[in-house]
């Protein structure tokens, strides 16, 4: 069937047209950064209003890319949480309102199971997978020991990847969202400030990377206190080596022990060059098969709501009209 799929959980306002949870009929994003840009971060009142302006004419576009009309829609699928509340109830009431006059099912899904499943448009999941999520608000190791069941086994304790690279990105003097900045100066340097790696406690699958971003600040102003300039790139090339060494060593390990047969590569970080070269070549060594999706999946988008909510259709989960957006919803009730 075809579902008509809307995200609006951050500052993307996204719908697509998705046939069969695996075919692209259309992806439109359209992304507020600019307007968050001199903010130098999302700021939640003015995403709201933005994705008010925006639904309509984006879900439009979805359909008319798509080459299909209204009345082809089988289901409406909508990101229910996690994420901004305000933000999120843009999308969740357009999705009802659509449902409602179209007289389709609504499948109220998951963000983070939408980035974990963007990967079935790149090819077949295997069970039990080991998802590794790198965004801007999450790092976790879920376990997937069959399809639409998630367990997180490590998770981050303080700041997720993403907003340790927005972080670091904005001492280096980089604009908001600076992580792919980041990511490209640190390939761009011969030189590295090596930085310590949080590890955690022996078998511990949990993250915490507030320490690293405190170590890089650290070490940019004991540079400017001996009247030194401090040399970004070797210490954009020290972070980003201490992140790719910790998330891919963990995920490696984690996968080993729960007997993954496929690794899961999603998140808007995973459109990192340092992590996707890394955990590829680990996984190759390893034998382990690895699926990760191109950038524009990686990054929020309506396709994979579409892909993961498409699972939902088959089992028969459907959301009633009543289905409430929220900031914080567990991966269970995916
Ligand atoms: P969540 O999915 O947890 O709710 P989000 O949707 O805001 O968070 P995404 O859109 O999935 O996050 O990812 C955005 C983040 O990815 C930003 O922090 C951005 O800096 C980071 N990012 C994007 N490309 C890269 C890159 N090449 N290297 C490092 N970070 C990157
Ligand atoms: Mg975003
Ligand atoms: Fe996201």
Redesign the pocket.
């Known amino acids: 069937g075809l579902l008509l799929a809307i995200e609006t959980?951050?500052?993307?306002t996204s719908a697509a047209v998705v046939r069969g949870g695996r075919e692209v009929l259309s992806n439109i994003v359209s992304s507020q950064i600019e307007t968050h840009r001199r903010f130098g971060g999302v700021v939640p009142e003015i995403a709201s209003r933005k994705h008010v302006e925006s639904i309509t004419m984006i879900v439009q576009e979805a359909l008319t890319e798509a080459g299909v009309s209204r009345s082809d829609i089988d289901a409406v699928a909508v990101t229910q949480g996690?994420?901004l509340i305000g933000a999120l109830l843009v999308g969740v009431v357009a999705a009802k309102a659509l449902a409602l006059a179209l007289d389709v099912p609504l499948i109220g899904t998951h963000?983070?199971a939408g980035?974990i499943y963007a990967n079935r448009l790149v090819g077949d999941i295997v069970y039990p997978a080991l998802a590794l999520v790198v965004?801007?608000?999450?790092t976790e190791l879920v376990l997937l020991p069959e399809e639409g069941v998630f367990q997180i086994i490590g998770r981050t304790r303080d700041d997720?990847?993403?907003?340790a690279?927005?972080k670091v990105?904005r001492a280096l003097s980089f604009p908001y969202?600076?992580?792919?900045h980041?990511?490209k100066l640190a390939r761009q340097s011969d030189e590295e400030i090596v930085l310590p790696r949080a590890w955690l406690e022996d078998g511990s699958y949990d993250f915490s990377f507030s320490g690293l971003k405190s170590a890089v600040l650290a070490e940019i102003n004991r540079t400017k206190m001996k009247g030194l300039d401090p040399d970004f790139a070797a210490l954009a090339r020290g972070f980003q080596n201490s992140v790719v060494d910790v998330v891919t060593t963990k995920a490696m390990k984690a996968a080993a022990e729960f007997g993954a047969r496929q690794l899961l590569l999603c998140?808007?970080?995973a459109?990192?060059?340092g992590i996707r070269e890394r955990l590829a070549a680990l996984c190759e060594e390893a034998g382990l098969p690895m699926l990760v999706p191109p950038l524009s999946l990686?990054?929020?988008n309506a396709a994979m709501i579409g892909a993961a909510a498409d699972l939902k259709w088959r089992r028969g989960q459907f959301s009633s009209l009543d289905l409430a957006a929220s900031a914080q919803v567990s991966l269970e009730e995916w």
């Open positions: 959980s951050c500052d993307e996690p994420g963000h983070i980035h965004s801007g608000g999450h997720a990847v993403g907003e690279y927005d990105a969202p600076g992580g792919p980041v990511d998140g808007g970080v459109a990192n060059r990686c990054s929020d």
